[in-house]
């Protein structure tokens, strides 16, 4: 199954690894690895249902994550600043402009307890402790795919012939934190975002409608931008996904440079975490794919079953290697207390803590 905002898809019907297969027909769940792996899942159902609300432990269908303080991750402290510190060298020489540095966090999942692993379960939580406009589930255990998202950035938007996407860069607790280090680097994805459309977009089409615009997301703000184009004739999905996938804002400028750094400085592949998640609907031409951030995955591949959370943050020449790391803190604080139980609200308000 898999479900996306008030949408719910069912009755499987096939499954690929070609995105062509997007320029056909039906309704399609297409989850992106950041490393290129690509599922696409043809449905036969889709119906209006809201997300259902939480389960509460012991009962059957609940869900039951790991314990705070399980959480181990693939950079620790040192590790990450030292990376910061790595990258404003390769940008001192001239290779790059900005590059984004992530880690991923992994938790054992109760083996004793399958049935409590179920992504859209974490997604009933993930809707009440963390709303966001791009949230989504895919479940197809068969297929190595078991995705909750709560993500807050468009990859791709498409509407007909016109594509949209929606590049974040700047996050701050609050609009007063963010730094001019911020708007410059939201500036240099907008650009790379504009060049990569350009690939596949008639010539002239690529605009700008929104520069920098202040996001309010729960528990923090970010900058947000908007491009827009019209697809040249004779592009489909194949093209739009080579030009512009890895998304800009969570690999860096120029695009090259900055995955060369990030396959030097990570130690774990990253999965559909930075990759996209989201449908098509071949049908009616319209289609909504998220960058992969805010997102948990299961890893089953090895011997017990590992819930996988990634985060990071884009690193600058103004960046701070200690700053950074608070940000990918920030980034994750609230969504490890959801899926682990220790998020609490109070009335209206939302509040999260972690026991980590």
Known sequence: MARFGGLVASGLQDVTNDPAALDSSGFWAVCADFEGRTVCARFSSVRREEVPAPVPAPVPGAWRGPGGGEWTTSL?????????????????????????????????????EPGRADVDALTALLARGNPAPYAGTIRLPGHGVEVATASPELFLRRNGRTVESG?????????????????????????????????????????????????????????????????????????????AFPPGSVTGAPKSSALRIIEELERSPRGPYCGAVGWVDADRGTASLAVGIRTFWIDRSGPGPLLRFGTGAGITWGSDPEREWDETELKASRLLAVASGTFEQTGFGQTGRTTS
């Open 167 to 243: 590049p974040i860069k700047g996050t701050g607790r609050t609009e007063a934190d963010l730094l001019e280090k911020d708007h410059a680097e939201n500036v240099m994805i907008v650009d790379l975002v504009r060049n990569d459309l350009g690939r596949v977009c008639a010539t002239g089409s690529v605009t700008v409608p929104d520069l920098c615009v202040v996001e309010k997301h729960p528990g923090l703000v970010h900058l947000v931008s908007t491009v827009r184009g019209e697809l040249a004739e004779g592009a489909g999905w194949p093209e739009l996904l080579a030009a």
């Open 76 to 112: 620790d402290r040192d590790a990450y600043t030292a990376g910061v510190r790595r990258i404003r060298e390769h940008i001192a020489a001239g290779e790059v402009y900005q590059a984004n540095l992530c880690r991923v966090l992994s938790a054992p999942l109760p083996e004793a």
